[in-house]
């Protein structure tokens, strides 16, 4: 059950219906995860500075049980996200920066319970 949370300063337009359901597709296939368990939130049109310039930038975080707890796993799952907003907003990697979260099944709730539960 990931949770995928973009910060950008790109419009809103930049995020249509079409680049969502694309971006959750292809980060659940990198992170292994079925799509329909996929939880994500943008926020565009924020004030933004990456590495002293305020050009067009995002900053994803991802948040994952099992599957972002190691450098090897990240490494992969960067390189598969980075190519598709890399390609699909027109940035380059240095304007790219993607924190991963490793979850634990007791942090986060389902259905009136936890997923250790589930």
Known sequence: ???LDLQSNLPASSFNEGFLKKFASVTAAALGKPEDRMNLV???GLPMLIGGSCSPCVVLSIAAI???DTADKNKEHSAKIFSFL???LGLS???VVIQFHALQPHQVGKKGTVM???
């Open 1 to 3: 059950m990931p949770f």
């Open 42 to 44: 943008v926020h565009p």
């Open 66 to 68: 099992g599957v972002t």
């Open 86 to 88: 890399t390609s699909e």
């Open 93 to 95: 990697e240095d304007r």
């Open 116 to 118: 250790s539960f589930l």
